[in-house]
């Protein structure tokens, strides 16, 4: 799931990806013409001559990944699928996620995971004329509040306020029941999953039955609703209408039929994707199909989680109240949320110091040395990876072949001071990313999944860098400095969101690259328009992030597949 903020010392964003992170600019010297062949696969060459990295081969890993039934085989798999990722450089990582926080004193019972998902319901307050409204930043104005086209951390959070899936992840990270009255019943195959569900109800007092979630699911991987997460319902069977094999045989009683056994299918059930959604609210607020989330973007609309969205101020504030209908509403402490929408860390921080807030999860990052004996100071552990993003369509690459392409990206790669970064601008212990997938990760065969580093993270090599780059067609005159001058302009445009930390790191890779003479512009974009440029390949080179949604390497790789609404780089397209 994309991370808006910066986890190490912006708390991760804490918005979920659900992953993970995307912009908006003029998009620099980005290229937006198709250069892939129809199927998306042999390596191309747009008209504007960008030769783009084969991608069919990725496709078909990720493909065999999901379907084989050989555990041992698809960890090897998983990781061959990450060896042809790393080749492209066209992502790049800095380091792997960790979540920074502030609470106050008087505040106890929020919790969160490790995939980014924080839960305030079981919230208390004390000594306080509030004590029965939480005050809280998780970010500046949610890009979705529907769980199909959510794909950021802070929009999940938001998602997890007001809405309740099958499952959901406790305080100790374990997946429990929710809307389903007990575990899963599942098949000697591990193919037939059957679920039984409470008699909850909607906001407006309609009953929620099965028939919702076999609506919701299908209404997610319909090309229509265009949800950046549709893969994620790949594991389920498909009919011969195409529709998901998930069947409601009685009102209370879905039964799901896999297309293979999947270790990590009861924590899709807890992931917001999986989220129902009310049909008559979705279908009346989009009578002609082309507005799929026009149903919650503004406040009142219908949900079923422990709070309901009442007011909502845009780029101001959001205010959530108890929803009497939640099936576990006598366990919801606080009757109120109160969301501060804002990117700005100082204006935050400062808000949070003078009692206005009661929860933050960034503070600037020249504040993070003077708060870490702080009490109400928190580090957290995440699982997902701070990383930079190349579009490998865009016109930096124009009249190089795909190899020279990557030697280019894996140039800049080296160059970058990953150490300098954590101890200047992260300061929270962040471990160095010589890898996409971060350590911790299990690999679904009982193991963990890292065995391997793609480069030396504690280290730059400007040499191997400039030859690499030498091999691209540059030259450069030494400077007698340390530095070089290249024969023709080096120019990438990046962008970030607004964030304290994110401008720090981009003016550390900035000042980096300039040791070569490469230019790098820095250019700060709104949240929602640059998640959505990303998405759209509207830029160069970008700050990325990416929080699991689940303890398994698929998650991390899927979305690079070329039909992913998460495939910022644009692999295969």
């Known amino acids: 799931m994309k991370k808006k903020l910066l986890s190490l010392l912006l708390a991760s964003c804490m918005v979920v990806s659900l992953a993970a992170c995307g912009g908006k600019t003029d998009g620099g010297s980005a290229s937006t013409g198709d250069g892939a062949t129809a199927d998306g696969g042999d390596a191309t060459e747009a008209a504007t001559g960008v030769a783009t990295p084969a991608w069919d081969e990725y496709d078909a890993l990720i493909q065999e990944i999901k379907t084989t039934t050989d555990f041992a085989k698809r960890v090897d798999l998983m990781h061959q699928a990450e060896d042809k990722l790393m080749e492209t450089f066209a992502v790049i ?50 890009d979705y509040l529907d769980p199909a086209l959510n794909s950021s951390v802070d929009g999940a959070c938001l998602a997890i306020a007001s809405f309740s899936g099958l499952m959901e992840y406790d305080k100790d990270g374990k997946t429990v ?33 099965a028939n919702d979630f076999v609506y919701s699911w299908n209404r997610a991987v319909a090309d229509e609703t265009a949800a950046d997460y549709a893969y994620m319902f790949d594991v389920i069977a498909r009919g011969d209408d195409d529709k998901l094999a998930v069947e409601a045989v009685d009102d209370y009683t879905l039964k799901i039929t896999l297309t293979n ?30 507005a799929p989330g026009a149903w919650c973007q503004e406040a009142g609309f219908v949900s079923n989680g422990p709070y309901t969205c009442t007011a909502w101020k845009h780029d101001e504030s959001m205010t959530y109240e108890k929803n009497p209908n939640f099936y576990d509403a006598d366990k919801v402490t606080m009757d109120k949320l109160q969301f501060m929408l804002s990117a700005d860390d100082t204006a935050i921080y400062a808000a949070y110091n003078n009692g206005d807030l009661d929860f933050i999860d960034t503070v600037p990052t020249d504040e993070i040395q003077s708060l870490k004996d702080n009490k109400e100071f928190h580090i957290i552990d995440n699982l997902g990876t701070y990383y930079l993003a190349f579009n490998v369509k865009s016109d930096l690459f124009d009249g190089l072949t795909e190899q020279q392409a990557n030697d280019f990206r894996h140039a800049i790669c080296l160059l970058i001071d990953r150490d300098y970064i954590v101890e200047t601008v992260g300061q929270c212990e962040q471990v160095l990313a010589d890898s996409y997938i971060p350590e911790g990760m299990s690999d ?7 065995n391997k580093s793609y480069y030396d993270a504690t280290t730059t090599d400007v040499e191997q860098a400039k030859e690499l780059l ?15 001058t ?38 700060s974009e709104d949240w929602n328009v640059f998640l959505q440029d990303r998405k759209d390949g509207n830029y160069t080179f970008a700050r990325e992030g990416w929080l699991a949604d689940f303890d398994d390497p698929i998650n991390m790789l899927e979305m690079f597949t070329t039909e992913s609404g998460n495939n910022d780089p644009q692999f295969g397209r």
Do not use: R
Request: some cysteine; aromatic content about 12%.
């Open 93 to 142: 990582p800095i380091y792997y996620y960790n979540d920074l926080y502030m609470q106050k004193a008087n505040v106890d019972g929020i919790y969160a995971n490790a995939y980014g998902f924080k839960y305030f319901q079981a919230a208390t307050k004390t000594g306080s004329s509030d004590d029965k409204t939480l005050f809280l930043n998780l970010a500046s104005e949610p």
């Open 177 to 209: 029941p929710a809307v389903a009255a007990e575990a899963p019943s599942v098949s000697d195959d591990g193919t037939e999953w059957t679920i039984k569900l409470k008699e909850t109800k909607w906001s407006n007092g309609d009953a929620l039955t």
């Open 261 to 290: 056994p999947c270790p990590y299918f009861e924590s899709l059930l807890a992931f917001p994707a999986y989220f129902p959604v009310h049909q008559a609210s979705v279908e009346a607020a989009n009578p002609n199909g082309d």
């Open 444 to 450: 679904g065969n009982g193991g963990m999944f890292k």
């Open 470 to 484: 030498e091999g691209c067609g540059y030259t450069f005159t030494d400077n007698g400095d340390g530095t070089y």
């Open 486 to 523: 290249p024969d023709k302009t080096i120019s990438i445009p990046y962008i970030i969101n607004e964030s304290s930390g994110h401008q720090a790191i981009a003016e550390c890779v900035q000042s980096d690259l300039a040791v070569l003479g490469i230019e790098m512009t820095i250019t």
